[in-house]
Nanobody
């Protein structure tokens, strides 16, 4: 059974930091690109970051570039999202997702195969 379980969300003041984790099971983690997406109230789910199978290629949304860092540990089957300098506009439910594209990686949520249940991040001003 495929599972992606996120943790690490919470309430933080603007300027603070959080580290999200997503533990995978039920599939060969190292064969999958991993991504983080977020969905704010009343908005569509949006791409945040993605990391290639080996971790050698990374892509970020412009809105988080320089503040967020995605990483992965294929032994622990875990992907991380370190979030620094948080802003109120970062408030959302954050989801991790897994994709197995033939090449590269996608920013479209519809192309990802597996999803976690999400972890909520609230940034107060």
């Amino acid at each position: 059974q495929v599972q992606l379980v996120e943790s690490g969300g919470g309430l933080v003041q603007a300027g603070g930091s959080l580290r999200l984790s997503c533990v995978a099971s039920g599939f060969t983690f190292s064969n999958y690109v991993m991504g983080w997406f977020r969905q704010a109230p009343g908005k569509e789910r949006e791409f945040v970051a993605a990391i290639s199978r080996s971790g050698g290629m990374i892509r970020y949304a412009e809105s988080v570039k320089g503040r967020f860092t995605i990483s992965r540990d294929n032994v622990k089957k875990t992907v991380y999202l370190q979030m620094n300098s948080l802003k109120p506009e970062d408030t959302a439910v954050y989801y991790c997702a897994a994709d197995r594209p033939p090449v590269g990686f996608a920013v479209e949520a519809s192309l990802y195969d597996y999803w976690g249940q999400g972890t909520r991040v609230n940034v107060s001003s």
